[in-house]
């Protein structure tokens, strides 16, 4: 039998909803197994992802994150996925790892936003001007039909040229003001300093945290932190592992006591907003369990495809 790569083509077939319902199943199961490797060559970083998942298999995803590449007309994270039986341990499948970092990753935050954002959300501001924040437009109006989003970016021409041709995108040069008029506030972004202040963050405000992934990158400051109430999608690959709360934890700024749930938590009806005038975060840790329930939606959706 061939090996199945499934490649972007499939997309057309996928849904962002079901996706969200993929994951909802999922952690009922018995928590994931996981473990990261990070290697790192100056500002370049090797990152491998391995997941199983007791009733649903197992994957390995490697990512490389090159931030030069842009400059030579590649982007700036590249890798692979490989998904495995859970009956047998038999490589089932080859997912293009574009295609599944698109959709865990926003589906990720997309999740988080769907218990904790207010349900009549509609401006969201976009910080950062890359290919996460483009799949954000396209997953957040699955949940918010009607949303109108601002998008900031260092270079105000980056934000022109994102919003060109996008219907109800707004380019914005000054972030403080991006940022206090949002009812959802999106980072992706990848920056070592704070970008987002605590004093600029409004009652009722949501934020969904992709971009830092190192211990040394973070994209809200500890002011914001300590505003709002905090959530993770994984305590496992967040808490330890990725500056934006393992710095904070590490100086005493925030205790694990201030991580009010994670995904698992969703069942016991944990993970919600613990008030209507809340400030809420949470922090996308994109761990390797949420590869494998995306690259498990995708295979179905392929194999019901044939």
């Known amino acids: 039998m061939t090996l199945p790569i499934i490649t972007p083509e499939i997309e057309a077939h996928l849904d962002w909803r079901a996706l969200l319902a993929a994951f909802e199943a999922a952690h009922r199961l018995p928590p994931a197994e996981l473990d990261d490797t990070f290697l790192y060559r100056g500002a370049d970083t090797l990152l491998s992802r391995a997941a199983w998942i007791d009733g649903m298999g197992a994957l390995v995803k490697t990512a490389t994150i090159f931030p030069d590449n842009p400059a030579k007309g590649l982007a700036s994270v590249n890798g692979g996925a490989a998904l495995y039986s859970d009956d047998d341990g038999c490589l089932q499948a080859l997912v293009d790892f574009h295609l599944l970092t698109k959709w865990k990753t926003a589906g990720d935050s997309l999740f988080a936003a769907r218990l904790l954002a207010r349900p009549e959300s509609r401006r969201i501001t976009l910080v950062g001007a890359g290919t996460v924040a483009h799949s954000m437009v396209d997953a957040y109006r699955a949940i918010f039909p009607e949303a109108e989003f601002t998008i900031w970016a260092r270079r105000i021409e980056s934000a022109q040229a994102f919003a060109r041709g996008l219907a109800g995108v707004t380019p914005e040069a000054d972030l403080q003001r991006a940022i206090e008029a949002a009812d959802i506030i999106c980072t992706a972004t990848m920056s070592r ?60 700024v925030i205790t694990r006591e201030n991580i009010l749930a994670d995904f698992y938590d969703i069942a016991q009806g944990r993970f919600t907003r613990p008030a209507q005038d809340a400030i809420t975060i949470c922090k996308n840790g994109g761990g390797a369990h949420l590869d494998l329930m995306t690259a498990r939606y995708i295979f179905e959706v392929w194999q019901a495809q044939r």
């Open 193 to 252: 300093e704070p970008l987002v202040r605590g004093e600029w963050l409004q009652p009722g405000q949501h934020l969904d945290l992709i971009g830092a992934f190192r211990a040394d990158m973070r994209e809200v400051d500890d002011s914001a932190l300590q505003r709002a109430a905090l959530f993770v999608d994984s305590r496992k690959t967040v808490l330890d592992h990725i500056g934006e709360l393992k710095d904070p934890l590490a100086r005493g």
